[in-house]
């Protein structure tokens, strides 16, 4: 049974920084695709970031140049490491896997059960 759970939100002030972490368990950690999302209030749920199977990587426009998506294979870990917080960047984050690549788009098979980022003016 997939399973992935988050950690890692909190509340900081604009301009600090966090890091995600998404432990995954119950599949072959290497062979599927994650990406991380969020939702805000009233909003639909977005993309931030992707990682393919290769390490490919790829993020909203909204957060490149701040956010990176990484993985430990060995440790069956995805983090997310967030600097330069905005206020509008306030959601619950998700982690995602899927054995097909989705992307930024929110079509993936598991989801993890979020974790809140609060980024304070």
């Known amino acids: 049974q997939v399973q992935l759970v988050e950690s890692g939100g909190g509340s900081v002030q604009a301009g600090g920084s966090l890091r995600l972490s998404c432990a995954a368990s119950g599949y072959t950690y290497s062979s599927y695709c994650m990406g991380w999302f969020r939702q805000a209030p009233g909003k639909e749920r977005e993309g931030v970031a992707s990682?393919?199977?290769?390490?490919?990587?790829s993020y909203a426009d909204s957060v490149k140049g701040r956010f990176t998506i990484s993985k430990d294979n060995a440790e069956n870990t995805l983090y997310l490491e967030m600097n330069s917080l905005k206020p509008e960047d306030t959601a619950v984050y998700y982690c995602a896997a899927d054995r097909v690549n989705w992307g930024l788009w929110p079509h993936y098979k598991y989801w993890g059960q979020g974790t809140q980022v609060t980024v304070s003016s």
């Open positions: 990682i393919e199977y290769d390490g490919s990587t």
